[in-house]
């Protein structure tokens, strides 16, 4: 069935580094691929969303980049900052299941 | 808190006994959603409800109910069938199906 894989499960980086998550589907119908940020023992909350007809979008610092060639986008976040620490979720909307299969998340630590 | 309430914050089941789980949004959300989150793992669909009675099964179905009587209110029924129900618990609520979720805060639910 329809998957979403993320990668990396967890990245540690230093603060004011860059930091990249990938994710892949395989669903070629999929047409919508949001991001999601869950602080501790928060709710999560969309920082950022691409629709397929675009290969990129940025918002400050943030950034998704999208190749529906490979079925793979990414989000960059640059200039780290401690609050960006978080476990962050990709997602994709599966044209074929009309729902959003989300990938397992990736839990980022930005180290002063 | 967000325009949309999840509650109990904190909610411990008796073996053989059901809960339910309420979900209050106030945003006219048309689209409502229940995921279940597990360690480790992303969000998975229990139910989503794309208008008032209306609701969809989602891919974890099985041991759960729901019911969507009126617009603003989705709760979410744990049956005694759920034979692993110790899990974290999230509501949410857009206004297009699927696109920029809005979360709740989220029930935890444990077994005693």
């Known amino acids: 069935g329809e998957n979403v894989e993320q990668h990396p499960s967890t990245l540690s980086v230093q603060e004011g580094d860059s930091a990249v998550i990938k994710c892949t589907y395989s669903d070629s119908a999929s047409n919508y691929f949001p991001w999601y940020k869950q602080e501790l023992g928060k709710r999560p909350q969309l920082i950022i969303d691409?629709?397929?007809?675009?290969g990129e979008k940025k918002d400050q610092r943030i950034a998704v980049t999208l190749n529906k060639t490979a079925k793979h986008f990414s989000l960059h976040i640059t200039e780290t900052q401690p609050e960006d620490s978080a476990v962050y979720f990709c997602a994709d909307l599966s044209g074929g299941y009309n729902k959003l299969i989300f990938g397992a998340g990736t839990r980022l630590a930005v180290h002063p | 808190d967000g325009g949309i309430t999840q509650s109990p914050k904190y909610l411990f089941r008796k073996e053989g006994q059901n809960v339910t789980l309420s979900c209050e949004q106030n945003?006219?959300?048309?689209?409502m959603y229940w995921y279940r989150q597990d360690p480790g793992q992303g969000l998975r669909l229990i139910y989503y409800s794309q208008i008032v009675n209306d609701f969809q099964k989602g891919d974890i179905a099985e041991g759960y109910s729901v019911s969507r009587e009126k617009k603003e209110s989705f709760p979410l029924t744990v049956t005694s069938a759920q034979k692993n129900p110790t899990a974290f618990y999230l509501c949410?609520?857009?206004?297009?199906?699927?696109?920029?979720?809005?979360f709740g805060s989220g029930t935890q639910l444990s077994v005693l």
């Open positions: 691409i629709r397929s007809n675009v």
């Open positions: 949410a609520s857009s206004m297009a199906t699927n696109e920029k979720l809005f």
């Open positions: 945003l006219n959300h048309d689209a």
